[in-house]
């Protein structure tokens, strides 16, 4: 859970960058919103979520 709302927090900050910078509008940035709330109600919710986690895990697992 924590890593979700950690991911949700951070694509925020970016698509609020975005919008203030000029590289995306606002429109654009409603329809990405929109496309990622149904994507994440459909069936491939639990893939996108496992290779998400499996990235998170192999980042984590990087020694510097």
Same mark, same amino acid.
């Given at each position: 859970? %924590? !890593?979700?709302?950690?991911?949700? @927090? ?9 919008? /203030? ?10 329809? %990405? !919103?929109?496309?990622?709330?149904? @994507? ?9 979520? /496992? ?14």
């Amino acid at each position: 859970m %924590a !890593i979700s709302l950690s991911v949700v @927090l951070l694509l925020a900050i970016i698509l609020v960058v975005m919008i /203030r910078s000029g590289s995306i509008k606002g429109g654009p940035a409603v329809v %990405a !919103i929109l496309f990622g709330f149904f @994507l994440a109600s459909s069936g491939m919710a639990p893939a996108i979520q /496992r290779t998400l986690d499996s990235i998170a895990s192999t980042i984590n697992d990087i020694n510097f």
